[in-house]
T-cell receptor, first 114, second 110 residues
Framework: EADIYQTPRYLVIGTGKKITLECSQTMGHDKMYWYQQDPGMELHLIHY???????EKGDLSSESTVSRIRTEHFPLTLESARPSHTSQYLCASSDYRATSNGYTFGSGTRLTVV | GEDVEQSLFLSVREGDSSVINCTYTDSSSTYLYWYKQEPGAGLQLLTYIFSNMDMKQDQRLTVLLNKKDKHLSLRIADTQTGDSAIYFC??????????FGAGTTVTVRA
């Protein structure tokens, strides 16, 4: 049973619109992550957070921004969506340090920008 | 480096064993993981191995780790149609980050 929730599951939106992808977890995890997933490609880390008020850019440059005002919530925002932003976005969380638990992933948001 | 490489596709007959291979680059990785992604879903942790182990078995799953060659494999015995999915190999980069491969799409045919 998922303890990390992403909404919406699917989103089709026009170019230039502002969008926010929601991610919430109920496990009290300090670390949260956003990955971008394209078919046949590695998962690319675009943002992560060590805890409240901490946000860091990941390995893949992204025009999106994130915030971490509460432990359980890590939303991702695109101020002006473009077709190049079409992708699947996966949110994940983890314990304080790398353990056998690894990451817990949400079900993802599939974004299509037309 | 943080590159994790996997072959992209594997086709296997139902009832046979599947072997998915992965190579990684960070020799200091503490944990190595296998995740499974079914259509329309996020990644689910399937199994993991601690870096000081050579092998781990969990029911139908066997993980083999060759630290010298930085090679990880996942064997699924008696592959079933429900095993059709994308399988991701991942290594722990530091205490907080994982690096993932591109995933191997496993197709189970009758």
């Amino acid at each position: 049973e998922a303890d990390i929730y992403q909404t919406p599951r699917y989103l089709v939106i026009g170019t230039g619109k502002k969008i926010t992808l929601e991610c919430s977890q109920t496990m009290g995890h300090d670390k949260m992550y956003w990955y971008q997933q394209d078919p046949g490609m590695e998962l690319h880390l675009i943002h992560y957070s060590y805890g409240v008020n901490s946000t860091e850019k990941g390995d893949l440059s992204s025009e999106s921004t994130v915030s971490r005002i509460r432990t359980e919530h890590f939303p991702l925002t695109l101020e002006s969506a473009r077709p190049s932003h079409t992708s699947q976005y996966l949110c994940a969380s983890s314990d304080y340090r790398a353990t056998s638990n690894g990451y817990t992933f949400g079900s993802g948001t599939r974004l299509t920008v037309v | 480096g943080e590159d994790v490489e996997q072959s992209l596709f594997l086709s296997v007959r139902e009832g046979d064993s599947s072997v998915i291979n992965c190579t990684y680059t960070d020799s200091s990785s503490t944990y190595l993981y296998w995740y499974k992604q079914e259509p329309g879903a996020g990644l689910q942790l399937l199994t993991y191995i601690f870096s000081n182990m050579d092998m781990k078995q969990d029911q139908r799953l066997t993980v083999l780790l060759n630290k010298k060659d930085k090679h990880l494999s996942l064997r699924i015995a008696d592959t079933q149609t429900g095993d059709s999915a994308i399988y991701f190999c991942a290594e722990s980069i530091d205490d907080y980050k994982l690096s993932f491969g591109a995933g191997t799409t496993v197709t189970v045919r009758a």
